[in-house]
């Protein structure tokens, strides 16, 4: 697959006193068509975490799924995303409660960016002081914006109660978020507000929905392996064993 690191040099060349290039703060990368990934970084336990989302450019302007976790990449991703396809950013949906995905959400809202979330999302959020979008919807949803549609699917409780992934049938991208891990990935990452007795069934749903992606995209690991629902299909079956026994 083609990746293209689109990032404005800009943004990585911030150079200190003694020379060395400090880390890029926001990557941009290709996916497929009018698709891309962005990936901002943050420190969870002393480790340095990426968090992926996405961008689709339509014709009717830039949707972001998803906001970037870093809070001082949400103008930076704008803009580079403004210099790169010459488009504004006119909608955002997060796809569930946790800073990773709606940090951004009362600043985009701001901007005149139309700010989305579900009904239960949304509760969560007031519930735990988190940011809040705009609009809510109350049940599964096809969004359609210039050429392009995608749905919004919530397969139950997992990751968290109200994780929803979105599916893009064209492109067959499946967008995972936080509900899916990397094909590599050693566990099911913080669960504290996770499901254990229903992750699996969960991710279940979620193949048996969308049996053939071409793309899964998950937020905190390598997004190029396909292999990630079924991997933590295997993770999350694991778990509840651990945890009837
Ligand atoms: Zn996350």
């Known amino acids: 697959m083609k990746t293209i690191i689109l990032t404005i040099t800009i943004l990585f060349s911030l150079t200190n006193i003694f020379g060395q290039t400090e880390a890029p ?5 290709h996916l497929t068509g009018d698709f891309y990934i962005y990936t901002t ?12 989302g996405m961008y689709l450019v339509s014709n009717k302007g830039v949707v972001l799924f998803d906001t970037p976790w870093d809070t001082t990449q949400f103008q930076p991703l ?7 396809h010459n488009k504004n950013v006119t909608m955002c949906i997060a796809t569930h409660w946790h800073p990773d995905r709606t940090a951004g959400l009362e600043y985009y809202k701001k901007l005149g960016i139309k700010t989305y979330t579900t009904l ?19 049940k599964d949803t096809v969004f359609n914006v210039g050429q392009y549609a995608f749905e919004t699917y919530y397969p139950g409780q997992g990751h968290t109660a109200d994780n929803i992934v979105i599916w ?3 492109e067959k991208i499946l967008y995972g978020g936080c509900l899916i891990k990397g094909a590599a990935a050693e566990n ?11 992750y699996e069934t969960t991710l279940k749903k979620v193949q048996k929905k969308y ?3 071409k793309f899964i995209i998950v937020s905190h690991h390598d997004w190029r392996n396909i292999n990630s629902l079924k991997h933590s299909i295997k993770l999350a079956r694991k778990l509840k064993k651990k945890n009837r026994s």
């Not at 703060?25 to 990368?29: A, I």
């Not at 970084?41 to 992926?52: C, D, L, M, Q």
């Not at 704008?78 to 790169?84: C, V």
């Not at 099911?188 to 229903?198: A, C, R, S, T």
């Open 25 to 29: 703060k926001l990557k941009l990368s």
């Open 41 to 52: 970084y943050n420190t969870y336990e002393g480790n340095k975490i990426p968090a992926n």
């Open 78 to 84: 704008l803009d580079s995303i403004k210099l790169n």
């Open 120 to 138: 239960l999302t949304d509760e969560l959020s007031k519930r735990n002081d988190q940011k809040r979008a705009e609009f809510v919807i109350e």
């Open 168 to 170: 893009v049938d064209k």
């Open 188 to 198: 099911l990452g913080y669960l504290g507000d996770g499901n254990v007795f229903e």
């Open 211 to 213: 049996p053939h992606p």
